[in-house]
Nanobody, 126 residues
Framework: QVQLVESGGGLVQAGGSLRLSCAAS????????VGWFRQAPGKEREFVAA????????RYADSVKGRFTISRDNAKNMVYLQMNTLRAEDTAIYYC???????????????????WGQGTQVTVSS
């Protein structure tokens, strides 16, 4: 069982930056894909970015490429999402999620992730 705890959300003006953090408790992230999803009011949960812990391979949604960066800290067992040049449409609850590595690449489908955090609100004012 993996427990995930997000932090770092908040209110920011358009064009600003935020960094989200995801901590795993009770187990490490080894052998996992760890990612970020988001859900805006009235919309489905959508993929943002993810990485494979073992080799650092990453995948991004087209909507955030060039603006968001996912990274990990092996020593702290943390995953981060650096969000720059934020837009009003980035407003959502952001969730950290994890799944076991299957060797089939990084999945962008929420249904394939086994463990979820409680979410952190990001609000971008225009």
């Amino acid at each position: 069982q993996v427990q995930l705890v997000e932090s770092g959300g908040g209110l920011v003006q358009a064009g600003g930056s935020l960094r989200l953090s995801c901590a795993a408790s009770r187990r490490t992230f080894s052998s996992y894909v760890v990612g970020w999803f988001r859900q805006a009011p009235g919309k489905e949960r959508e993929f943002v970015a993810a990485l494979t812990w073992s080799d650092g391979n990453t995948r991004y949604a087209d909507s955030v490429k060039g603006r968001f960066t996912i990274s990990r800290d092996n020593a702290k067992n943390m995953v981060y999402l650096q969000m720059n040049t934020l837009r009003a449409e980035d407003t959502a609850i952001y969730y950290c999620a994890a799944k076991f590595v299957t060797g089939l690449g990084i999945s962008p489908y929420a249904s394939e992730y086994d463990f979820w955090g409680q979410g952190t609100q990001v609000t971008v004012s225009s």
